[in-house]
């Protein structure tokens, strides 16, 4: 049975969303409804570490009713994610089950790179804008509850993108615990930005420009959305002096009149102030003329991922490459060498499509491969000896916007792997690998293919300039096209044909096409 109508859930920090999609129409999502009921988990989380049963029983109640409402609508599918209150509670499995148990309900965890990396999804659905802006030097800021991630864009790729602690429920949570007043809010919020924003720019702004900023949060869009209507535009950009405007207000006038301006509950209005704060302070230090606020939600980012793996619609965008892009960049930041990368790439995955009915694996996977192979020496930068252990501690410290946690660990193991000795499943003493046995799997295949590539060009002299590779029954032939000497690259290639033929049951050999 097609699926034409999908609700998206969004367990947030400060509420819960839920969007009813029709998903019938070709390479479309319209949206029918959209049901919000503000539970504040994220205040529990941030300052006690678990969420009291007062609000689960909440959480529970609310959920139910999404459960009646999606089958009055007739859902025929749903999502529902948990972001940092839920992600960040001592007792998560735990909670989980016990939402599952009384509501039916499972709210899958998201990491904070797969929760943003939804965000971006649901900012690439607003479709040509999108396009347009970020073609320009625009920087996306995501704002939460726990945190806030900025991601800057030139010229339509991926250049950085960081996480930082300054989410607004927690920054307001912190100035309950200083007893601070409303007027003492706007300069302790931005002393405490500024000391973690004043790091981020010496260490990934530097001289470079920003035009744009597009804003994504629950706090501030809402209002600059319903601005943008009541004049009648369909875009929500704020410029300088409306943005001025704001702050004056927030500044001088009463949370019960702004509340009634603005068309959100009293409790909000702080949250509204905090989220204005940040934006201002971020926006001055990229210098940034425009805001706009496509008016978003995680729940539209649920509904585009969904409807995009289920082949309902085709996204313009690659997503795949935003990913390559950041790896690009780690890279660069670490001193690893670009043209190994990009032949242990172009080689890796040759082998790969090569052995498609063998392996079992798929474009995902493909994309793993890809990661491990540019990121194959970033440890180097660390230590010269230990490059394996190094290495999968680079990218296990360093966020890569759109995998999950578990993604991370089976590209950060097959890049360790590479360098150091496989450990086999179920006998890692000193450091457990972190991996399901689908996942180890994985590790395993792939990094029987990087080592095999490695050992190709192992002078690093790059002699291998056309690698083609055939798989006739049990046996995988590698041709290469080069002139010149490749005695060191066998030698090592028939060291690492033993743990590949292990894997996969298959031997390889190399045919050299024009000999030395």
């Excluded at 660069?332 to 670009?338: A, E, F, L, Q, V």
């Excluded at 043209?339 to 798929?362: Q, Y």
């Amino acid at each position: 049975m097609s699926v034409k109508t999908f609700a998206a859930i969004d367990v947030g920090s400060f509420e819960l969303t839920m969007k009813i999609f029709d998903l019938s129409g070709k390479n479309t999502m319209r949206e029918i409804d959209c049901i919000r009921q503000r539970i504040d988990l994220g205040s529990d989380t941030y300052a006690h570490g678990k969420i009291s049963n007062e609000k689960i029983d909440d959480l529970c109640h609310t959920l139910k009713e999404f459960a009646q409402i999606m089958e009055s609508y007739k859902v025929t599918a749903y999502k529902a994610y948990g972001t940092s209150a839920i992600r960040e509670t001592e007792n998560t499995l735990i909670l989980q089950d016990q939402i599952e148990q009384r509501t039916g309900i499972w709210v899958e965890t998201l990491s904070n790179s797969e929760q943003r990396f939804l965000d971006y999804k649901s900012i690439a659905s607003k479709g040509e804008t999108f396009r347009r802006i970020i073609e320009e030097k625009t920087a996306i800021l995501d704002i939460g509850g726990g945190s806030i991630q900025i991601s800057l864009f030139d010229k339509d790729t991926l250049v950085s993108t960081q996480n930082l602690r300054l989410g607004v429920l927690r920054l307001q949570e912190l100035l309950n615990h200083l007893n601070a007043g409303s007027t003492q809010m706007e300069r302790l919020v931005d002393e405490l930005a500024t000391a973690q924003l004043d790091d981020y720019k010496k260490l990934y702004l530097k001289d470079r420009e920003i035009k744009n900023i597009i804003i994504v949060d629950d706090y501030l869009s809402p209002w600059a959305v319903r601005k943008a209507h009541e004049r009648g535009e369909v875009n929500a950009v704020v410029d300088r002096k409306a943005f001025s405007q704001l702050m004056e207000a927030l500044r001088t006038k009463g949370t019960t009149e702004l509340a009634k301006r603005m068309d959100i509950a009293e409790e909000k209005v702080p949250l509204v102030y905090i989220s204005a704060i940040l934006t201002r302070r971020i926006a001055e230090l990229m210098g940034a003329e425009l805001v706009w606020a496509p008016g978003v939600t995680l729940c539209d980012g649920i509904a585009y991922e969904y409807a995009e793996q289920n082949k309902m619609f085709r996204g313009e965008h690659d997503f795949a490459e935003d990913i390559i892009a950041c790896a690009l960049n780690i890279s660069k930041r670490y001193n690893g060498s670009s043209k190994r990368a990009d032949t242990l790439e172009h080689i890796t995955t040759t082998i790969f499509d090569s052995m498609k009915k063998v392996h079992g694996m798929g474009q995902r996977e493909r994309l793993y491969l890809r990661l491990a192979a540019i990121l194959h020496d970033c440890g180097k930068y660390i230590s010269l000896l230990n490059v394996g252990e190094a290495s999968y501690d680079i990218i296990m410290a360093t966020e890569m916007i759109g995998l999950s946690h578990m993604e991370r660990e089976i590209v950060a193991n097959v890049v360790r792997f590479n360098h150091s000795d496989f450990v086999y499943y179920g006998q890692a003493q000193e450091r457990p690998m972190g991996l399901d046995k689908a996942s180890y799997l994985t590790v395993a295949k792939l990094t029987a293919i990087l080592r095999l590539a490695n050992s190709l060009d192992r002078s690093h002299k790059q002699k291998m300039k056309g690698v083609k590779a055939v798989l006739q029954e049990n046996e995988l032939i590698l041709k290469v096209d080069t002139q010149e000497d490749i005695t060191l690259e066998k030698g090592f290639f028939q060291t690492s044909t033993e743990f590949f033929k292990e894997v996969y049951s298959i031997t390889s050999v190399i045919r050299q096409k024009k000999k030395f």
